[in-house]
């Protein structure tokens, strides 16, 4: 057993998380090296539209998407991940200014940084390895002289991630970045959202019969065993997904398959068979649900493109000129 570390946030995390009545750990937390590198291998599994249809977004209107955020752009991207979309967008721009990726994973976005400056030589690369559910202060991507705009990019469907306080504040988050330097500098939100569809659709994309899903579930349970010193069990636990109506998302669980006890920092958790560590969720949205839910946090929607099923939409929002 690994000594108790007050100051280790994932430790408190995931502590504080498994006293709860429905046990949790942040989905943050799933992103280590090798997490990142099974999400990346999700979104080419068959059942995982999400990526498909938000590249096939990109490359029908890259031209529409171009113009509405125009020339000379400072592009901020949370949750940089492998920067596959991100080489889409950055191509299309006009002269782009400079490119700030943001990522909790030191060596994905070491890595995906260092691609995308073979890619684009000329440009201004400059990765902020940072938690971005916590605030940025505007101060520190301020890294552009020349730039027209500043826009947040948050592709996939990754705020569905938040709880929906959690994405409303985040919402809030963002328009002070982009609005940071108006009138001298525009601002843009250009982020994608899943759209509601039939559960056919979504839960295989959560539960691919060739578990790769279940590998980057259960990775958590093995890095809290790796990093904080538990004891699960890995061989007792399965993952699942489910839909939750009310909430209208899906979430992931690791399902306890038997009656067991899991040791960490001193403290001891009991599970029955059946018991469910909640890991992640993925709220789905209509375009009208979140368009609203961003102008109460003072973002207008300027622009949407749809694939062509209508199950994803890419939007981009600008800051509401104040009353």
């Not at 029908?60 to 509405?68: E, F, G, M, V």
């Not at 839910?293 to 062509?308: F, N, S």
Request: proline share 6%; hydrophobic share 40%; with cysteine.
């Amino acid at each position: 057993m690994a000594d108790y570390i007050p100051d280790n946030l994932f430790l408190q995390d995931a502590l504080t998380g498994l006293a709860q009545p429905q046990p949790e750990i942040p989905s943050k937390y799933l992103y280590d090296e090798l997490g990142s590198m099974l999400f990346e291998a999700i979104c080419v599994t068959p059942e995982y539209y999400v990526t498909r249809t938000d590249l096939e977004i990109l490359d029908r209107h890259l031209p529409d998407i171009s113009a509405c955020i125009g020339p000379r752009a400072h592009v901020i991207e949370f949750g940089s991940g492998a920067g596959v979309k991100t080489s889409h967008l950055l191509a299309s721009l006009e002269q782009p200014a400079a490119y700030t990726p943001i990522e909790i994973s030191a060596a994905a976005l070491e890595a995906s940084a260092a691609h995308l400056q073979r890619q684009f030589p000329a440009l201004r690369i400059q990765p902020l390895a940072a938690d971005y559910t916590q605030p940025i202060a505007p101060a520190d991507l301020d890294i552009c002289t020349d730039c027209q705009t500043r826009v947040v990019y948050f592709p996939g469907s990754t705020i569905g991630n938040f709880t929906l306080d959690q994405a409303r504040h985040f919402l809030r988050r963002i328009q002070a970045i982009i609005s940071a330097f108006l009138p001298e500098i525009r601002g843009g939100l250009l982020i994608g959202i899943d759209l509601l569809k039939p559960l056919e659709v979504l839960l295989p994309a959560y539960a691919d019969p060739a578990g790769v899903t279940a590998a980057f579930n259960k990775n958590l349970l093995a890095r809290m065993n790796r990093e904080l010193g538990s004891d699960f069990v890995l061989s007792q636990w399965s993952h699942a997904a489910r839909f939750n109506s009310e909430h209208q998302r899906v979430e992931m669980h690791m399902v306890s398959e038997r009656t067991q006890q899991v040791q960490l920092g001193g403290q001891t958790f009991s599970f029955a068979a059946g018991d469910s560590i909640h890991t992640e969720n993925s709220h789905k949205y209509s375009l009208r649900g979140f368009s609203e839910m961003a102008a109460r946090a003072g973002l207008k929607l300027e622009q949407h493109w749809t694939d062509a099923n209508g199950w994803f939409a890419t939007c981009y929002f600008v800051p509401q000129e104040p009353n």
